[in-house]
Nanobody, 129 residues
Framework: QVQLVESGGGLVQAGGSLRLSCTASGRSFGSYSMGWFRQAPGKEREFVASASWNGASWNGGRQYYADSVKGRFTISRDNAKNTAYLQMNNLNPEDTAVYYC?????????????????WGQGTQVTVSS
């Protein structure tokens, strides 16, 4: 079993930046792929970013981003801290949502939330105009 805890959310002005963290505990998730999703009020949960394990390093694996965040968001990981990150730059009010991290034992990056085995509780990101 893997427990995921997100942190780093908050209130930021448009154009600002935040870095979300997702710390795993319970067991090693060194070969797991990671994903970030978000859910805005009244909307369905949507894919944000994901990264796979390439057998040698996590950051060297495939990464995918939603078109709406491409060029602004970056997914990364610190293996020593068992933590994944989502760096979010140039935020706009449309990025306001609860952000969730997720882990897949398959090790394959995917945009489908049904393919993830473990989920965090979410962290709120609010971007003011």
């Amino acid at each position: 079993q893997v427990q995921l805890v997100e942190s780093g959310g908050g209130l930021v002005q448009a154009g600002g930046s935040l870095r979300l963290s997702c710390t795993a505990s319970g067991r090693s998730f060194g070969s797991y792929s990671m994903g970030w999703f978000r859910q805005a009020p009244g909307k369905e949960r949507e894919f944000v970013a994901s990264a796979s394990w390439n057998g040698a390093s996590w950051n060297g694996g495939r990464q995918y981003y939603a078109d709406s965040v491409k060029g602004r968001f970056t997914i990364s990981r610190d293996n020593a801290k068992n933590t994944a990150y989502l760096q979010m730059n140039n935020l706009n009010p449309e990025d306001t949502a609860v952000y969730y991290c997720a882990a897949s034992a398959s090790g394959i990056a995917t945009m489908r939330d049904g393919n993830y085995d473990f989920w965090g509780q979410g962290t709120q990101v609010t971007v003011s105009s």
